[in-house]
């Protein structure tokens, strides 16, 4: 199973800017589905952003024109950028690599890195 750390979480204001990172181990994660998720208080986790093998992207509505999600093969993990954050952005970020159907793996998940956003 994949490995999965996270980083670049923290305490920013409204407005401001923020980069999180993944990086894999215990496989090449370039032809898994890379995923960002998010867990605010009281709520339950949901999708953030998407990249597949290709490039191609997923991003839920709420962070649309915001947030970009990118490949690192180079570190072979994933980053979320962030820009112009909101308070509603506060969440504890998961990454997610779900592999393809002919590898033999399991969906794998991070421990997770708390975002807070507040004046």
């Known amino acids: 199973q994949v490995q999965l750390v996270e980083s670049g979480g923290g305490l920013v204001q409204p407005g401001e800017s923020l980069r999180l990172s993944c990086a894999a181990s215990g496989s090449i994660v370039s032809l898994y589905v890379m995923g960002w998720y998010r867990q605010g208080p009281g709520k339950q986790r949901e999708l953030v952003a998407t990249?597949?093998?290709?490039?191609?992207?997923n991003y839920a509505d709420s962070v649309k024109g915001r947030f970009t999600i990118s490949r690192d093969n180079a570190k072979n993990g994933v980053n979320l950028q962030m820009n112009s954050l909101k308070p509603e952005d506060t969440a504890v970020y998961y990454c997610?690599?779900?592999?393809?159907?002919?590898?033999?793996?399991?969906?794998?998940w991070g421990q997770g890195t708390q975002v807070t956003v507040s004046s």
């Open positions: 990249i597949g093998s290709a490039g191609n992207t």
């Open positions: 997610n690599a779900k592999p393809p159907p002919w590898v033999a793996d399991t969906v794998s």
